[in-house]
């Protein structure tokens, strides 16, 4: 069964920094590229980041870039999320999610985490 | 960017009811359209990718349509369990994006 758990959510001040885990198991994480979508209280869903299955291909959503870092270790079947300059408006439920399986990569997410929650407030 | 334009945001309907929703994508994007039920508190959930493709484990009733512009997800006779928000999104090309959603109310 695919479970994607993520972790390390929480409150933090702006201008802060937070990083995100999420363990996968249940399926070949090094054959899958994986994402980060996030959903603000009360909103839509809003996709951040994207990494290839061997990090050569990463792409993020403007409202991020320069401030959040996508990784993954392969060895441990984990994808990760650095969060750094955090605002306000980046307070949502994160969501790691996993691309559709195949070859080139079309991102449709079939397999979505629980969801942490990341609260930026002084 | 591709913006993706959802309508209506809210309907409600009956059980057993027919319901279409639809999906504006603000340049081509080919079939590379998915679609997601979510319902609170939860994660989303896939049902529909390459516009038209069932995803595994999802009711028949569930169905999708459209090319280039314009699509629809339509839930031929609405379950109880159907009550959510769905939402659509571009696979088509980076940046990523999601319709704003619209929530099927109970009637």
């Known amino acids: 069964e695919v479970q994607l758990v993520e972790s390390g959510g929480g409150l933090v001040k702006p201008g802060g920094s937070l990083r995100l885990s999420c363990a996968a198991s249940g399926f070949t994480f090094s054959s899958y590229s994986m994402n980060w979508v996030r959903q603000a209280p009360g909103k839509g869903l809003e996709w951040v980041s994207s990494i290839s299955s061997s990090s050569s291909y990463i792409y993020y959503a403007d409202s991020v870039k320069g401030r959040f870092t996508i990784s993954r270790d392969n060895a441990k079947n984990s994808l990760y999320l650095q969060m750094n300059s955090l605002r306000a408006e980046d307070t949502a439920v994160y969501y790691c999610a996993r691309t559709q399986g195949g070859y080139p990569p079309i991102y449709y997410f079939d397999y979505w985490g629980q969801g942490t929650l990341v609260t930026v407030s002084s | 960017d591709i913006q993706m334009t959802q309508s209506p945001s809210s309907v409600s309907a009956s059980v057993g009811d027919r319901v279409t929703i639809t999906c504006r994508a603000s340049?081509?994007?080919?079939?590379?359209l998915a679609w997601y039920q979510q319902k609170p508190g939860k994660a989303p959930k896939l049902l529909i990718y390459?516009?038209?493709s069932l995803q595994s484990g999802v009711p028949s009733r569930f169905s999708g349509s459209g090319s280039g512009t314009d699509f629809t997800l339509t839930i031929s006779s609405l379950q109880p369990e159907d009550f959510a928000t769905y939402y659509c999104q571009q696979a088509n090309s980076f940046l990523l994006t999601f319709g704003g959603g619209t929530k099927v109310e109970i009637k």
């Open positions: 340049q081509g994007i080919s079939s590379w």
């Open positions: 390459a516009a038209s």
